[in-house]
């Protein structure tokens, strides 16, 4: 039926199953567990040859509908819900791992999954190295020995580089590795990894796709065998499982992901190209500026360039605080993704655990901000940002 819809079509309809009352609107099924019409019953489901569902940390509709929802958006043959992003790249990665393997991952990335590749993994015996995003010869260096994974993060969270997932694909492949893609930024809306070449894409759910901020949740989408054979089993063991009721919340979010995304994309653009000329501003980060210096990849890799803008006010921690502090409309949150616009300094919350050297070293300076520009009108962020901008 559905692999012929548009985009917007399989987001407001996709994945939909009705009870029996005919519902507009999806149930929530808030239930832990299910009940058998008989012993036999139990014991054919349990072993899957009978179908129905036995469990909620195992399945459950509610969870089941955004999960096929989702992968009809993403065009991937099946994805997986979980309850957080983070326990959506946890699961990505441990699912597929063990002792003596090689994760290389890009840099900057979001700080706790940076946490993983140089904290947890090694815990456990697995080797981890950073290429920097944009460097492609850094990438064919480490990718010229066999790794079990890659992880890249694109655009970068919070600098907004790029990362040229066709290229990393390529050798990814050749290095015998997994390439796993953490698409929060973009969603599958502006940015598609697995059309290129990727084999898993991740996400924060609780960004864009809620986009409201209510409530948290992972996806994870893949081919149907990987996520059947590798994944499930490691989350039905494991228990990340979203709740029912954040997963219908989450479904709502899919309604109205794609008004909402164009809506705030055509402000962040109008928003980058007016920072641009703002005096106090030393350097504007956008994927849709020419002066993004992996513009041309933006255009070749992404649909769009996202309601995601990093900027440079000069002067250090201390002027970038003042600048936060003057805001009025736009709150300071380390949440990202919403209607309301949010700014953030990424060295002091989302990234203040990765260490100085590092955030040095990936541009995570101390005079950068992070804004994720919402729904409001473009002109009263405007004056919101020239007010908190002046000198
Ligand atoms: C927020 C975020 C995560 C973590 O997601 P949670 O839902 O907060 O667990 C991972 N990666 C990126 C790029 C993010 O922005």
Known sequence: MSRSWGLRTR????GAARSAFGETSEAIFLTSGFVYASAREAEDRVAERAPGYQYSRIANPTVRMLEERFALLEGAEDCAAVATGMAAVHAALFCQLRAGARVVASAPLFGACQWILTDLLPRFGVESELVPASDGEAWERALSRPAAVVLVETPANPTLELVDVERVARLAKAAGAALVVDNAFATPFLQRPLALGADLSVYSATKLIDGQGRCLGGLIAGSARFIGETLRPYLRNTGPA???FNAWVLLKGLETLSIRIEAQQKTARALASWLEGHPAVVEVRYPGLPSHPQADLA???????????????????ERAFAVLDRLRLIKISNNLGDVRSLATHPATTTHAKVPEAMRARFGITEDLLRISVGLEDAEDLV???????RP
């Open 299 to 317: 255009e070749r890799q992404m649909l769009g360039p996202g309601t995601m803008i990093a900027i440079r006010v000069g002067g250090g921690r």
């Open 11 to 14: 987001l407001v309809h996709g």
């Open 383 to 389: 004056a919101d940002l020239d007010r908190a901008l």
């Open 242 to 244: 979203l709740s029912p």
